[in-house]
């Protein structure tokens, strides 16, 4: 089969810079293609890099899309490198919609409607470093979040192991709390972290050291009766099927923008029972709406979704789900491919 190819550039301001273990991160560049076969048929996709958090970039992106000219095959989009996660992601979102999976199919006859539990997931409230959360929760408590994650290493650790007990005292029972070190913990800080959450109602502990330090991650999850769940340590699927080689016990963060096709994902998690948090890379609606209605369809997680992000970019025709504690089908049938494709610049 050969298909008309088309992208376009977008580069969209954070509505607040980002705080990361990277700096601060002020706005999102991405692409956005189109594919067209040669009945007509049209599919979308949004190609969201991370260079920082370990995939291609931009230019490297871009460059891909520059080859593949107007025209191209599908034995050359078959064959972008594994290494390439973001570009694999947006053609395999754009080529679903000429099987009967994309956005822009009706639900009807997929397994996953016919289980009402599949039409609603929860999501996680994020909430702020440091003593800011305790302002913060009151309203989110309100609004029915069941599960919040906080930002840990970002102060003092003494203080912030003080804070999380004000935190837990502010919790309900019936809610979760997850906390995301994003590396930034030493493994002694690591170890009194997760001393202390041992006897305390912690879901899990995102990314308690570097990376590069496997030997301690595997170690802590060995120590400690903590739920430990890696996140910058798995960019792509290929990064979190060789930690579960390395036995692997808890729990993978994963971002499907930045993980190639979401089939691919999808047939990972079940057939090994991976356990997943399904996690945003401030994707646009484009991309998000393709994850998000995975999610809705197969059953792959019960734990929290990590896309409560919501108006990010302050824009509404890129933004949402507008949350809710409570995703659901209607914000993902919402989303129009065509209108974010027209409203991109070139
Ligand atoms: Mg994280």
Redesign the pocket.
């Known amino acids: 089969m050969s298909y008309l190819f088309a992208y376009k550039r977008y580069r969209l301001p954070l509505r607040q810079p980002l705080r990361t273990a990277h700096g601060s991160w002020a706005e999102r560049e991405g692409i956005l293609l189109r594919l067209e076969d040669e009945s007509g048929r049209v599919g979308f996709g949004e190609i969201a890099p991370l260079p920082w958090f370990g995939t291609e970039t931009m230019a490297q992106a871009e460059e891909i899309c520059r080859k593949f000219g107007s025209s191209v095959e599908d034995a050359v989009l078959d064959a972008v490198p594994m290494q390439f996660g973001c570009v694999r992601f947006a053609l395999a979102q754009a080529r679903a919609e000429f099987v009967g999976r994309g956005l822009r199919t009706p639900p009807r006859g997929e397994a996953g409607f016919g289980n009402p539990a599949l039409h609603r997931l929860p999501v996680a409230a994020l909430l702020p470093a440091g003593r800011e959360a305790l302002a913060v929760l009151p309203a989110k408590l309100e609004a029915g979040y069941l599960t919040f994650k906080w930002k840990v290493g970002v102060g003092a650790v003494d203080d912030e192991i003080g804070l999380l007990d004000d935190l837990l005292a502010a919790l309900p029972a019936y809610t979760k709390l997850r906390l995301?070190a994003?590396g930034a913990w030493d493994r002694r800080s690591a170890a009194k972290w997760l001393a202390r959450c041992a006897e305390r109602p912690v879901e899990l502990v995102?990314?308690p050291v570097q990376p590069e330090d496997e030997a301690t991650l595997l170690g802590l999850a060995a120590d400690f009766p903590v739920t430990l769940a890696l996140?910058e340590s798995v960019t792509g699927l290929a990064a979190a099927q060789r930690w579960q080689g390395l036995g692997w016990p808890g729990v993978f963060?994963i971002k499907p923008a930045l993980a190639g096709p979401l089939d691919e994902m999808a047939a990972w998690i079940t057939t090994t029972q991976a356990d997943v948090v399904l996690s945003s890379a401030i994707e646009t609606a484009l991309g998000r709406a393709a994850i998000l209605r995975l999610a809705l369809t197969q059953p792959l997680t019960k734990r929290a979704l990590g896309f409560g992000i919501g108006d990010i970019f302050g824009d509404r025709r890129w933004d949402g789900p507008f949350l809710g504690p409570v995703l659901d089908r209607s914000w993902v049938d919402a989303v129009n491919p065509v209108k974010m494709w027209d409203a991109a610049k070139t």
């Open positions: 995301d994003n995102e990314q996140d963060v």
